[in-house]
């Protein structure tokens, strides 16, 4: 046959598949094409670019110098902003109805290993810091998996690791913020220093300022994670069995994949410098299965074991997947043949994800699938595993405790005492009947309130604002936003974030 005719017929065999099927159908359930075909070699190469130019930046310790010129351009952008008549709100995203202010901070400025901090860029990620600190025997003591994740993007919104039921989220391991202001000044903030502004700055979601660097705590690494892997069935025996482990200082890392509402696996891990050479696993490489599905099959056997994991890939144990997400994108990414063919390539960067999805996509998966974190006080997990299981059925449930200390700010324990929480994590296709996305989720988010529980701002939110005020305190944020002339700057966190806010 000739080759143009055999092009041409399957150009219409897949033109009337998609007729069958329809097109949101197809654009939902075989992204994977373009995914495949296009995102996959393009994250490679800003992979490589971005990694090629850190190392020579730092090795030139030409941050610093630079860094300095960024701010001071960052100041003349807001200045002209004001000068112009500030007219529309600033904001480093993409809304149309925003002056966006070009930031180009991307850098790790300094190790102090005297001080036990580093001082980064907003838009460092994760994968850059731990490759930098865990190469020179340092790691953060709260370090959020995935690699794309921003420094910027985890002070302004949150961040939580295995590690936050002894070190807190993300925001209680930094010491200092730097930010440059409505009026166009640099300010540095601490505990100390300027209090109100650095205990306002999380969660407010680049509604005070723009952050310019920070400062974070640093503790010394070790080789391995020494993971423990426990099957435990029973809803009852689950709550009973993570709420006791979170509150084991001695477990460095605590863990839970809930795989149904009576299965999961609870996981505890120390770090450590020794390892027995039989129950070693280098989960990180690109060839191995996807650590949701590995740790399932702990599940399937019944049974407890250990095994002991190189540091960093323990960090970024579910990048590779995207926790699950990737197993929705690519069905089958976790084939052994496409893992050892085109593993190495994946994930797809989550911002190119975002980028090239368009509104048919995010429409549809705003109705047919759920990504929510719900952080919740652990007295409550049996109720909350119950409501998740009633109102979204989604599965596997990632469960990870942090300590919510008792200091001012958007979030915190109802009492004045430091308190235990557990985020649950939902990401993926809802299974519960009649689903509808605002309905189920506003049902959850008023469980979440009433529990005096909080929800990740990156997520679909669909309180109303008197609904969003009642679950954060904005007590402190909204003086602020007063005194440092925030209001005529930068949108109200609510109205950037909030669905609601936009209709």
Same mark, same amino acid.
């Given at each position: 046959?000739?080759?143009?005719?055999?092009?041409?017929?399957? %150009?219409? +065999? =897949? *033109? &009337?598949?998609?007729? /069958?099927?329809?097109?949101? #159908?197809?654009?939902?359930?075989?992204?994977? @094409? $373009? %995914?495949? +075909? =296009? *995102? &996959?070699?393009?994250? /490679?190469?800003?992979?490589? #670019?971005?990694?090629?130019?850190?190392?020579? @930046? $730092?090795?030139?310790?030409?941050?610093?110098?630079?860094?300095?010129?960024?701010?001071?351009?960052?100041?003349?952008?807001?200045?002209?902003?004001?000068?112009?008549?500030?007219?529309?709100?600033?904001?480093?995203?993409?809304?149309?109805?925003?002056?966006?202010?070009?930031?180009?901070?991307?850098?790790?400025?300094?190790?102090?290993?005297?001080?036990?901090?580093?001082?980064?860029?907003?838009?460092?990620?994760?994968?850059?810091?731990?490759?930098?600190?865990?190469?020179?025997?340092?790691?953060?003591?709260?370090?959020?998996?995935?690699?794309?994740l921003t420094v910027g993007g985890l002070v302004m919104g949150t961040g939580i690791e295995s590690?936050?039921?002894?070190?807190?989220?993300?925001?209680?391991?930094?010491?200092?913020?730097?930010?440059?202001?409505?009026?166009?000044?640099?300010?540095?903030?601490?505990?100390?220093?300027?209090?109100d502004l650095f205990y306002s700055v999380p969660w407010s979601c680049g509604t005070l300022g723009?952050?310019?660097?920070?400062?974070?705590?640093?503790?010394?690494?070790?080789?391995?994670?020494?993971?423990?892997?426990?099957?435990?069935?029973?809803?009852?025996?689950?709550?009973?069995?993570?709420?006791?482990?979170?509150?084991?200082?001695?477990?460095?890392?605590?863990?839970?994949?809930?795989?149904?509402?009576?299965?999961?696996?609870?996981?505890?891990?120390?770090?450590?410098?020794?390892?027995?050479?039989?129950?070693?696993?280098?989960?990180?490489?690109?060839?191995?299965?996807?650590?949701?599905?590995?740790?399932?099959?702990?599940?399937?056997?019944?049974?407890?074991?250990?095994?002991?994991?190189?540091?960093?890939?323990?960090?970024?144990?579910?990048?590779?997947?995207?926790?699950?997400?990737?197993?929705?994108?690519?069905?089958?990414?976790?084939?052994?043949?496409?893992?050892?063919?085109?593993?190495?390539?994946?994930?797809?960067?989550?911002?190119?994800?975002?980028?090239?999805?368009?509104?048919?996509?995010?429409?549809?998966?705003?109705?047919?699938?759920?990504?929510?974190?719900?952080?919740?006080?652990?007295?409550?997990?049996?109720?909350?595993?119950?409501?998740?299981?009633?109102?979204?059925?989604?599965?596997?449930?990632?469960?990870?405790?942090?300590?919510?200390?008792?200091?001012?700010?958007?979030?915190?324990?109802?009492?004045?005492?430091?308190?235990?929480?557990?985020?649950?994590?939902?990401?993926?296709?809802?299974?519960?009947?009649?689903?509808?996305?605002?309905?189920?989720?506003?049902?959850?988010?008023?469980?979440?309130?009433?529990?005096?529980?909080?929800?990740?701002?990156?997520?679909?939110?669909?309180?109303?604002?008197?609904?969003?005020?009642?679950?954060?305190?904005?007590?402190?944020?909204?003086?602020?936003?007063?005194?440092?002339?925030?209001?005529?700057?930068?949108?109200?966190?609510?109205?950037?974030?909030?669905?609601?806010?936009?209709?």
């Amino acid at each position: 046959m000739d080759p143009l005719l055999y092009l041409a017929l399957l %150009v219409v +065999l =897949f *033109l &009337l598949w998609i007729k /069958v099927k329809g097109l949101d #159908y197809v654009i939902i359930h075989q992204r994977w @094409i $373009f %995914v495949c +075909l =296009f *995102l &996959l070699p393009l994250s /490679v190469i800003f992979d490589v #670019y971005y990694y090629v130019r850190a190392w020579i @930046i $730092f090795k030139m310790c030409s941050a610093p110098k630079l860094h300095d010129q960024r701010v001071r351009d960052i100041q003349r952008q807001v200045r002209e902003w004001k000068k112009e008549g500030g007219k529309k709100h600033m904001c480093t995203g993409r809304p149309g109805w925003l002056t966006n202010i070009m930031i180009n901070m991307m850098d790790i400025l300094q190790v102090d290993t005297k001080r036990q901090v580093v001082r980064v860029e907003p838009l460092a990620n994760m994968g850059q810091v731990t490759a930098l600190l865990n190469s020179i025997g340092w790691t953060l003591p709260v370090l959020p998996e995935l690699d794309d994740l921003t420094v910027g993007g985890l002070v302004m919104g949150t961040g939580i690791e295995s590690s936050s039921h002894i070190y807190g989220l993300f925001q209680h391991i930094c010491v200092a913020y730097e930010l440059v202001l409505a009026d166009g000044s640099l300010v540095r903030c601490t505990e100390k220093e300027n209090s109100d502004l650095f205990y306002s700055v999380p969660w407010s979601c680049g509604t005070l300022g723009f952050l310019v660097a920070a400062e974070i705590r640093i503790i010394p690494a070790r080789k391995w994670v020494k993971l423990r892997y426990k099957a435990v069935r029973g809803l009852d025996n689950i709550c009973k069995t993570f709420s006791e482990e979170s509150a084991n200082k001695e477990n460095q890392f605590v863990e839970g994949l809930q795989y149904s509402l009576d299965e999961a696996v609870i996981m505890t891990g120390t770090m450590t410098d020794d390892a027995e050479p039989d129950k070693i696993n280098r989960i990180g490489y690109y060839y191995k299965p996807w650590f949701f599905k590995h740790v399932e099959q702990y599940l399937k056997d019944d049974r407890v074991a250990v095994e002991y994991i190189p540091l960093r890939h323990y960090y970024h144990r579910h990048t590779r997947s995207i926790f699950w997400e990737l197993q929705d994108i690519i069905p089958f990414g976790n084939n052994p043949l496409f893992r050892y063919v085109f593993g190495w390539m994946v994930p797809p960067k989550i911002s190119l994800l975002k980028l090239t999805q368009g509104e048919t996509i995010r429409r549809l998966y705003e109705q047919h699938h759920v990504v929510q974190d719900m952080l919740v006080p652990m007295k409550n997990i049996k109720m909350a595993l119950t409501r998740f299981h009633q109102d979204i059925h989604v599965y596997p449930l990632w469960l990870c405790p942090f300590i919510l200390p008792s200091q001012p700010g958007m979030v915190h324990p109802k009492g004045n005492e430091d308190e235990l929480y557990v985020d649950i994590g939902a990401y993926g296709e809802p299974k519960v009947k009649h689903f509808e996305a605002q309905a189920s989720t506003r049902q959850l988010e008023k469980f979440v309130r009433d529990v005096h529980g909080f929800q990740m701002l990156y997520a679909d939110v669909y309180m109303e604002r008197p609904e969003f005020w009642e679950m954060f305190d904005g007590t402190l944020y909204h003086k602020l936003r007063k005194e440092l002339g925030c209001e005529e700057a930068f949108p109200e966190v609510y109205d950037k974030i909030c669905k609601a806010a936009r209709h």
